[in-house]
């Protein structure tokens, strides 16, 4: 099983909203990942996760805020969007955080207004 | 600095025909490389990976060939048929060693697949 989840599908959110991206895991991967993509563009790290713990942030502005409760779950609390934040927003695993093989989710696709 | 391309955007192919998806990348320490497909609406689907002490993997109806010399990877799709219609991504790890994994993908390739 290499499968990701993701919630909700799709989410249309105000600028002044706070809302919240679900990805969830169970191939007992300990590195999680959030990745943003526009439209006919490549995915573009944002975070990764490894062992529960914030690896990296790519310089994503603070209104990105990620969470890792357990090594099953990953959430992307989203507050104060712009409209250039909406994108199809990605999760991914992998075994751990050196491990390459990366599986990816569904995708969220954000609309802000 | 780092990057990894594609030389074609577009890829229009019979079905039944064999695909040939390139990639070039100018990191000569990438220790890892991987395509996936990605169908519309949909997330990046893990194809085949291929590791830097390899030049050939090959899969089911895909083979990934790898050229250190040139750094040059591609994608060969045995007998397309329309359900490989997709944007294709290839992705290079210039890490090994326990650093952490960032893949770094190229721009993509869209094969579209005519009846």
């Known amino acids: 099983d290499t499968e990701v989840t993701q919630t909700p599908k799709h989410l249309v959110m105000g600028m002044t909203n706070k809302k919240s991206l679900k990805c969830e895991q169970h191939?007992?991967?300990?590195?999680m990942y959030w990745y943003k993509q526009k439209a006919k563009k490549p995915p573009e790290l944002m975070f990764v996760?490894?062992?529960?713990?914030?690896?990296i942030n790519e310089s994503v502005p603070s209104r990105f805020s990620p969470e890792c409760p357990n090594s099953s779950l990953l959430n992307l609390h989203l507050h104060a969007l712009q409209p250039e934040d909406s994108a199809l927003y990605l999760c991914?695993?992998?075994?751990?955080?050196?491990?390459?093989?990366?599986?990816f989710g569904p995708g969220t696709r954000l609309t802000v207004l | 600095g780092e990057s990894v391309g594609l030389h074609l955007p577009t890829l229009s192919v019979q079905e039944g025909d064999n695909s040939i998806i390139n990639c070039a990348y100018s990191?000569?320490?990438?220790?890892?490389f991987i395509w996936y497909k990605q169908e519309s609406g949909k997330g990046p689907q893990f194809i085949i990976d291929?590791?830097?002490?390899?030049d050939k993997r090959q899969g089911q109806r895909v083979t990934v060939l790898l050229n250190k010399t040139v750094k040059h990877l591609s994608l060969q799709i045995a007998a397309t048929q329309p359900g490989d219609s997709a944007v294709y991504f290839c992705?290079?790890?210039?890490?090994?060693?326990?650093?952490?994994?960032?893949?770094?993908f190229g721009t993509g390739t869209l094969l579209a697949v005519q009846p």
């Open positions: 991914a695993s992998s075994q751990d955080q050196t491990t390459d093989t990366q599986y």
């Open positions: 191939m007992g991967h300990r590195a």
């Open positions: 996760y490894s062992y529960e713990k914030l690896s």
């Open positions: 990191n000569s320490a990438s220790d890892y």
């Open positions: 291929i590791r830097s002490n390899m």
């Open positions: 992705a290079e790890s210039p890490v090994g060693g326990g650093a952490t994994n960032k893949l770094i």
